[in-house]
């Protein structure tokens, strides 16, 4: 299975500013997934990112709050605009492996004030 | 429109017994379930998943069967070990993702 190293791990954010989360894979995949994690809530899918293209979002998600990039097949980057404190929530990213097996990064905490 | 629910939020067992999580879904087109287990301040674990065309998984203490007319899934874990406490999370595969229920936390009483 894939490794992902996911950065950073926690934040504390002033509102009205921006956080950009990092995510590394230690092989090349096709498809690279970011999701949310409200506060005793699921796992809520933010978008979807093929390398070379744009970013698919689903419903309720768009690219000017949660812009995301996609240089490589190995990296991926999501950032949150414009933070207000109902944006406090657990990031994570996750790749689909051969399967289908989906890997998830550590998760980035991030607590907006 | 919750297509993935957990609908009890918590469990508790002894050590050594079965642990039942139950998981339906409302989306037919789903053709992979899996299940992940999440400690805090780590991201969520693969334990095992399954199939739409089967009927049951097994891998060690792990089972998990899938009964399509009725839309349900479940995880059986057996024998339950203190170190199986976490929440685990029952998802559901259409259109290459994944579609998560809110899971259930578990307990498991030494």
């Known amino acids: 299975s894939a490794v992902i190293s996911q950065k950073p791990s926690r934040d504390i954010c002033q509102r009205g500013t921006s956080l950009t989360i990092q995510c590394q894979v230690d092989?090349?995949?096709?498809?690279m997934f970011w999701y949310r994690q409200q506060p005793g809530q699921s796992l809520t899918l933010i978008a979807t990112?093929?390398?070379?293209?744009?970013?698919?979002?689903e419903s309720g998600f768009v690219i000017d709050k949660f812009p995301i990039s996609r240089p490589n097949l190995t990296f991926s980057t999501l950032t949150v605009s414009n933070m207000s404190p109902e944006d406090s929530s657990i990031y994570l990213c996750?790749?689909?492996?051969?399967?289908?097996?989906?890997?998830f990064g550590s998760g980035t905490r991030l607590t907006v004030v | 429109d919750q297509q993935v629910k957990q609908n009890s939020p918590s469990l508790s067992v002894q050590e050594g017994r079965i642990s039942i999580l139950n998981c339906d879904y409302t989306?037919?087109?789903?053709?992979?379930f899996l299940w992940y287990k999440k400690y805090p301040a780590e991201g969520p674990t693969f334990l095992i998943s399954?199939?739409?065309?089967?009927d049951k998984n097994e891998d060690g203490r792990f089972t998990v069967f899938l009964n399509k007319s009725a839309k349900h899934l479940s995880l059986h874990i057996v024998p339950s070990q203190p170190g199986d406490s976490a929440v685990y999370f029952c998802?559901?595969?259409?259109?290459?993702?994944?579609?998560f229920g809110k899971g259930i936390t578990l307990s498991v009483r030494p």
């Open positions: 996750s790749v689909e492996t051969f399967g289908p097996y989906y890997t």
């Open positions: 092989s090349q995949v096709t498809m």
């Open positions: 990112a093929n390398q070379g293209s744009e970013a698919t979002y």
């Open positions: 989306n037919s087109m789903f053709d992979y």
């Open positions: 399954i199939s739409s065309i089967k």
């Open positions: 998802a559901a595969r259409g259109d290459s993702k994944l579609t």
